[in-house]
C-alpha cells in the first residue's frame, strides 16, 4: 500500500517517491475523474447489528502463525505456503476455494513472477456477492527503517500483510453459519508490493492482484468469460489493521468512491461500540480498493496506516493485538450479517 505525498506525513511514515506517484496517478488518478462515488445510498436499515462471534485471540494466533513462514513476497516458496495454508483453512469452512493465477514482472531481475489470488467462495450460488480482500504478499525488503542497515533485513509484514490475511481466516470460521444474505467472497490478493527501494527510490508497480482480479471481473460483466455472471454489491480491503494502537479513520478514496458504503460501517461500528473506528477523516491511500472500484465495485480500504513500523524491520506481532483484529472482525460481519436494503422507490 502507498501514500499520495502530505504535507502532514510524520517522519516515520516516509512518503513513496514521486516517481512513483506520477505512475500510479497516471494510472489510477483518472479513475478519480471517472468514478467520482456517484453510487446511490441505500436506505439504512434500522435493525440491530449482530456482529459474528469473532475470536481476537484466535486471529491474533493466525497472524503469529503467517509470520512464522518468514517473509511472503510474491513468487517465493514462501508466498505459496501460506496460500496453500489459507486454502486450506477456508476448504474446512465451507469455502469452494480456486486459485486465479496471472503474471507479474520482478523489476529489479527484470524476469517474470507467477503470482496467484485466491478466492473463498461462500454460497457459491448466490450471484449478488461481497468481497473481502487482503494482500498476502509482503514487500522484499524493509525499505522504509530508519536504520539504513537494517533495509537489507528481512521483512516479516506482521500488520502489514498478516493482519489482514490472519482476520479474513478468522472470518471464514463464522461464514458457513451466518445470516448474510449476500454470497461471500474472501479474497488474498498477489503481488501488492513487488516494491523495491523506498523514499523516491521506488522500483515496481503496485496492486497487480487487485488489478487481475479486477480485469477478470469485468470479462464476468461483459460476458466474456467462462464464469457464470455475478455482481458484486460491495468490496472492502482490510490492511494493518492488526495495529495494538488501532485507529481507524474514513479514508478519503473510499469516501469518494464508496460514501454510502463507508456511512453504514460506520453506523455499524458505533452500534455495536467499536470505538476505534473513528469519525474523523484520514490521509488519501493508494491500496487495493482503487482496481476494484476502477472495475466498479463500491470498495472501501479498512486501513490504519498511522503505524510508526511501517516497511520497517520491526513490522512485528509484538506491536498487533488480537483486540484490535476481533474489534474490525465484528464491524465487517456485523455490516455483512445485515438484510438486504429494500430496493429504492421507482
Ligand atoms: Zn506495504
Known amino acids: ?67 512464522k513462514i518468514g517473509p511472503r513476497p510474491a513468487g517465493t516458496a514462501a508466498n505459496t505456503k501460506q496460500r496453500q495454508m489459507v486454502a486450506e483453512h477456508f476448504k474446512k469452512y465451507g469455502a469452494t476455494v480456486k486459485e486465479q493465477p496471472f503474471s507479474g514482472v520482478d523489476p529489479v531481475a527484470n524476469t517474470p513472477v507467477a503470482m496467484v489470488n485466491l478466492i473463498g467462495s461462500w454460497f457459491p450460488e448466490r450471484t449478488e456477492r461481497v468481497v473481502i480482500g487482503a494482500h498476502y504478499d509482503t514487500r522484499p525488503f524493509p525499505d522504509e527503517d530508519p536504520i539504513f542497515a537494517n533495509r537489507k533485513l528481512p521483512f516479516i509484514g506482521a500488520n ?39 523514499g523516491q527510490n521506488q522500483t515496481g508497480d503496485y496492486f497487480l492482484g487487485s488489478k487481475a482480479f479486477a480485469e477478470n471481473y ?28 488501532l485507529d481507524i479513520l474514513k479514508e478519503p478514496n473510499s469516501i469518494n468512491f464508496a460514501p ?30 482503487l482496481p476494484l472500484n476502477n472495475a466498479d465495485i463500491p470498495t472501501i480500504d479498512i486501513i490504519d496506516f498511522d503505524y510508526p513500523y511501517w516497511h520497517t524491520a520491526k513490522d512485528l506481532p509484538e506491536h498487533c493485538s488480537g483486540a484490535s483484529l476481533a474489534q474490525v472482525g465484528k464491524v465487517v460481519t456485523a455490516w455483512l450479517n445485515k438484510p438486504k436494503p429494500k430496493p429504492e422507490p421507482k
Request: one cysteine or more; glycine letters at 10%.
Open 260 to 289: 454510502w458504503l463507508v456511512k453504514e460501517v460506520w453506523a455499524v461500528a458505533k452500534s455495536i461500540n467499536a470505538t476505534k473506528f473513528r469519525d474523523k477523516r484520514g490521509r488519501e491511500i493508494y491500496d487495493d480498493h
Open 160 to 198: 502489514d500483510g498478516a493482519s489482514g490475511v490472519a482476520l479474513l481466516m478468522e472470518i471464514a470460521h463464522h461464514l458457513q453459519d451466518s445470516p448474510t444474505p449476500w454470497g461471500v467472497d474472501l479474497v488474498l490478493f498477489d503481488g501488492e508490493e513487488l516494491v523495491y527501494g523506498g
Open 1 to 67: 500500500m502507498s501514500t499520495p505525498p502530505s504535507s502532514a506525513a510524520r517522519p516515520t511514515l516516509r512518503l513513496v517517491g514521486l516517481a512513483m506517484i506520477v505512475v500510479v496517478a497516471l494510472g489510477l488518478g483518472s479513475v478519480l475523474l471517472l468514478w467520482p462515488g456517484t453510487r446511490m445510498t441505500m436506505a439504512d436499515a434500522q435493525v440491530k447489528a449482530n456482529p459474528s462471534k469473532i475470536d481476537g485471540d484466535r486471529a491474533y494466533g493466525y497472524l503469529k502463525a503467517i509470520c
Open 218 to 245: 469485468k470479462k464476468v460483466q461483459k460476458g466474456t468469460s467462462n464464469e457464470p455472471k455475478f455482481t458484486y454489491y460491495a468490496g472492502m480491503v482490510l490492511d494493518m489493521v492488526g495495529d495494538k494502537d
